[in-house]
């Protein structure tokens, strides 16, 4: 019997090694070009860990937010200073003062003092150099910007934008069309039912997420080819996190069909957000809600700590981030082999400077010692990437192998949140897509590659130098 099982793991060795020949020559001759077309053209599983708010590139911003007027919506943004009111006076929540390129609908508008609307310019009034600023103000596109930069003036700039549904679903969609391009058949993303109109009231959570459904129905929606599924995104360090969990809950277990899962958001740094807070809150709800999941950030820190040990306490089944974990080894090894999933974010987390080089990543250990892991965006636009550029970073940074190529495209559908009718429709096709691109690939090697012209994004060009 020992000899049967050693004969047989070599024969399972050996024909690893012959199926994933073809790659290890193709990445020895490929080009980053090469590489990139070929990872760019290659069918995906699902993206599992993205923030919408964070996925809007700042040119689709700013031409949504100028399309609004036709609905009734003016945008403003704040393009001078003019210390109308002290330094500070901001309430909990809200855009600081002393911030450019913030965000208002007209109704908010409205409410400014005679010197503050001074401070602001119709978003579509902006000069050519008004302009440029605002879009480079969403994203990290300078080599001193860091997480700071991110959570603290991002988010805040959008401000109103973001509460805007007619701009929310229009993201989306060109987020699915953007992603059916890269060969990517699934989405679940962070896109709370938040939506107001042009008065400034805002409508019910019910309301917004028909109005959401119904823009799925749409042509460009449905020919993606991406299956979306939605996260309510609940901020984690606020006074109410509490109260608002229990209204997520409510919501979420009446709208199962495309809300399957709640995630608690925000940066894990503020302490008043630490997993544990929540645990009496879970409890007593899980009296009275069935099969409820949850997903949440854990380990996006510098320091070692128990947040993901913890998280799994709270009863995630996966983990965005997890770039420490490798610090907390009875929780590492309690990963290994499953159940739980870490959904690693290679471009987040090094222009987040949560790793200042690839050669500290904790990712090859994870997916080397059994770790479940799949590769997601996070915040892509105003990282200014892509779901190829995460295949790419993980393939050239690790020299991934096509079986670990695959794997990841795997786990990032079987670990998804959807029924498990949904799962396995996609998991089948899938296979079959990634089935017929290699054999295709085999047939033509290089020349498969001619017709494909990637959409690249800053990242990659900054990085890697590959825009020319």
């Not at 996190?241 to 979420?252: P, R």
Request: proline share 4%; charged share 25%.
């Amino acid at each position: 019997m020992g000899l049967f099982i050693i004969c047989t793991q070599a024969f399972s060795l050996n024909a690893y090694s012959q199926v994933d020949k073809w790659f290890e020559d193709f990445k020895s001759k490929a080009t980053d070009e090469q590489l990139y077309k070929f990872l760019y053209a290659m069918p995906k599983g699902g993206d599992l860990h993205n923030h919408l708010s964070g996925a809007g590139f700042p040119r689709w911003w700013y031409e949504l937010a100028i399309a609004q007027e036709s609905r009734g919506f003016t945008y403003y943004t704040k393009t001078q200073i003019l210390n109308c009111r002290p330094y500070g006076s901001n309430e909990f929540g809200g855009a600081p003062y002393l911030l450019l390129f913030v965000n208002l609908q007209q109704s908010n508008y409205d409410k400014l003092s005679s010197c503050e609307k001074k401070e602001y310019t119709k978003l579509k009034d902006l000069n050519p150099e008004q302009k440029q600023g605002w879009l480079n103000s969403l994203k990290l596109d300078k080599s001193y910007e860091g997480r700071d930069e991110f959570f603290q003036t991002h988010w805040q700039r959008l401000n109103d934008l973001f509460v805007n549904h007619h701009i929310q679903a229009e993201i989306l969609v060109r987020n699915m069309v953007a992603f059916g391009n890269e060969g990517l058949s699934y989405l679940e993303i962070d896109m709370s039912p938040t939506g107001v109109r042009p008065d400034g009231s805002f409508l019910k959570a019910e309301e917004v997420l028909a109005y959401y459904k119904q823009r799925l129905k749409k042509k460009d929606a449905i020919d993606s080819g991406v299956e979306v599924r939605f996260h309510w995104a609940l901020l984690r360090f606020t006074p109410d996190a509490e109260k608002n969990l229990v209204e997520a809950y409510k919501f979420l277990d009446q709208n199962r069909d495309m809300y399957v899962a709640l995630d608690l958001v925000g940066r894990e740094d503020n302490d008043k957000g630490y997993p544990l807070r929540f645990l009496p809150t879970l409890r007593k709800l899980r009296h009275s809600y069935p099969d409820i999941e949850l997903s949440m950030h854990a380990g996006e820190v510098d320091e070692p700590n128990q947040h993901i040990r913890d998280t799994l306490l709270l009863g995630a089944n996966r983990v965005g981030h997890g770039v420490n974990l490798l610090s907390d080894p009875d929780t590492f090894l309690l990963m290994r082999h499953g159940p739980y999933l870490v959904e690693v974010n290679l471009v987040s987390n090094l222009l987040l400077e949560y790793v200042s080089d690839y050669s500290q990543h904790s990712f090859p250990e994870f997916l080397r010692l059994e770790v479940p892991v799949a590769l997601s965006t996070d915040d892509r636009g105003m990282f200014d990437s892509n779901i190829t550029d995460e295949f790419f970073v993980a393939v050239k940074e690790f020299n991934l192998s096509w079986a670990e190529v695959k794997k990841l495209s795997r786990n990032s559908l079987q670990y998804g949140y959807m029924d498990e009718k949904t799962k396995t429709r996609l998991l089948k096709r899938y296979a079959k897509r990634i089935q017929k691109f290699e054999q295709g690939f085999k047939n033509k090697e290089m020349k498969s590659l001619q017709g494909v012209k990637p959409v690249k994004h800053g990242f990659i060009c900054s990085k890697y130098g590959l825009c020319g």
